[in-house]
């Protein structure tokens, strides 16, 4: 068999790449015509059809389902081309293993480096594929997620990130927020309007909650306590609800964000302010990250990064326990709904479980499922506890059988202070990325929350809360860009999809 020279090869292997690349060119072009006249055609008939969706809707799902058409028949063209650029290398390799340093190559070596070409280009046409798809996939996802997610109010008027933020469990309702500019506040759910706020600490406020009957609520700081204070508000007048909905992005007017940025004085400086705690807890030596409630209301817990957690009562501020085994930092701490557990985190990568409900002793399990920091664990209404690390991924567990989680959910960023809603057990995860997404208890993504320049957070996101007594604003995010966002979730919608 004659041997061609590799000049001549390399002539010819130009020569088809051109003419490939012109009848590219030609089915392109072709394709593009006839793309247009059938995205005509369909246009056309969509008057006649039978359907309960909006013609908007019909229509952008047609644009959407064509994109993808012209996607894959591009693929599909590029499939051809490296088809017969494969069978070009593989006839290069056999005229080349003929004479190699004098030797013939042998069969086995020959089949594996014409494997190892075809498995690159077998890659490169993976990556292409995905590439070309994923903004398709996106741009639908996003559509979703504005029609069941949608931003109510915005809270605007602390001067320094928003931490942490809770919503009282007794009337009158209203949103709490605990902030990193030494102070708390108190705001009207349906107004966005600052009702009042509590300046005794010396320190970041990290975070707050509400006792479940009585109007008080307890924060934590960096000044190394923890305060329980009372608080009297006077609901204002409901307004009209603006829907933000029926707005682009540039009619959307947030310019207000900035008003309270730098050493300025903000909206809650202009409200009613406490400056002295009703009770203050002072027995740790760092700063306390966390408190919360325990069942009832007549006990408090702390967390610090003093490695420790407090057990205190509430009407003399003794102190009951204190809850060592922690290698590290704590994080968070959440208590129960209903029965007197405890659940701490660290940044030891372990979350304790401690039981007070014998009062004669208490006992305390440790978990080791995540590689990094716990940032949360947060109890349901049922019997799971799921936690969130700063190892980008979310665990849910039984309390019955704790030894391993019954679902992971992996994300890429960090997840920070997760909530669970009680009624629909709907996981909102915020994360450092600006993100927020919604997960079930299977791990099964939902949706995730609209943001754009112009909307929705725009520095890392600190907490979640959910707010489901209230039917229209029934999710509550804040971060460090100084604001919370109430969100309308459309539960039913959600549910349905997925």
């Not at 008939?45 to 028949?73: T, V």
């Not at 109007?215 to 204070?229: E, F, N, P, V, Y």
Request: glycine share 6%; with cysteine; proline share 3%.
């Amino acid at each position: 068999m004659p041997v061609e020279s590799g000049s001549s090869a390399a002539a010819r292997h130009t020569k088809q790449k051109r003419k490939s690349h012109s009848l590219s060119i030609r089915r392109s072009n072709s394709t593009d015509q006839d793309q247009r006249t059938v995205t005509g055609m369909q246009r056309d008939m969509l008057d006649g059809q039978d359907s309960k969706l909006p013609l908007s809707l019909r229509s952008n799902l047609l644009d959407l389902f064509g994109q993808i058409e012209r996607e894959f028949e591009n693929l599909y063209i590029e499939n051809l081309e490296l088809r017969r650029e494969i069978d070009t290398l593989n006839e290069r390799l056999v005229s080349e293993g003929q004479t190699i340093d004098g030797g013939e190559l042998s069969k086995g070596a020959l089949k594996a480096k014409a494997s190892h070409s075809t498995s690159q280009l077998s890659q490169k046409l993976m990556t292409t594929y995905k590439a070309s798809t994923s903004k398709i996939v996106s741009s639908f996802k996003a559509t979703t997620s504005r029609a069941v997610c949608q931003i109510l109010r915005e809270y605007v008027g602390h001067r320094d990130g928003i931490w942490d933020l809770a919503v009282t469990r007794s009337s009158p309702v209203v949103l709490g927020t605990a902030s990193a500019d030494h102070s708390a506040a108190l705001w009207s759910i349906e107004t966005g309007k600052c009702l009042l706020r509590y300046a005794g600490h010396a320190g970041s406020v990290n975070s707050i909650k509400f006792h479940p009957t009585e109007q008080m609520a307890l924060t934590a700081s960096g000044d190394q306590t923890a305060h329980i204070w009372r608080y009297m508000v006077q609901l204002p007048v409901i307004p009209p609800l603006a829907d933000f909905s029926a707005l682009c992005d540039d009619e959307l007017d947030f310019s207000d964000r900035e008003d309270c940025d730098g050493d300025g004085e903000g909206p809650c400086s202009e409200v009613p302010t406490i400056r002295v705690a009703t009770t203050t807890l002072k027995s740790h030596q760092g700063v306390v990250i966390a408190a919360d409630w325990l069942v009832g209301g007549k006990q408090v817990v702390t967390a610090s990064w003093d490695r420790a957690a407090n057990l205190y009562e509430v009407e003399t501020s003794e102190l009951v326990h204190t809850l060592t085994g922690h290698d590290q930092e704590l994080t968070h701490c959440c208590t129960h709904p209903s029965q007197r557990l405890v659940v701490t985190s660290s940044r030891d990568t372990t979350f304790r479980l401690w039981d007070f409900r014998d009062p004669s002793i208490h006992s305390v399990n440790v978990f080791q499922g995540h590689t990094d920091t716990v940032t949360s664990a947060v109890f349901t209404v049922g019997d799971n506890v799921v936690s969130g690390s700063d190892d980008r991924t979310v665990k849910v567990w039984d309390l019955k059988n704790m030894r391993s989680p019954i679902a992971t959910i992996r994300t890429d960023s960090a997840v920070n202070r997760i909530s669970v809603s009680a009624n629909q057990r709907i996981i909102a995860l915020p994360h450092d990325n600006r993100q927020v997404r919604l997960f079930d208890m299977t791990g099964v993504r939902l949706a995730r929350l609209p943001r754009s320049n112009r909307q929705g957070h725009r520095r890392m996101v600190c907490c979640s809360v959910w707010n489901e007594e209230n039917a229209s604003c029934n999710l509550f995010t804040c971060g460090f860009d100084r604001q919370a966002i109430g969100w309308n979730i459309n539960i039913p919608a959600l549910l349905q999809e997925k």
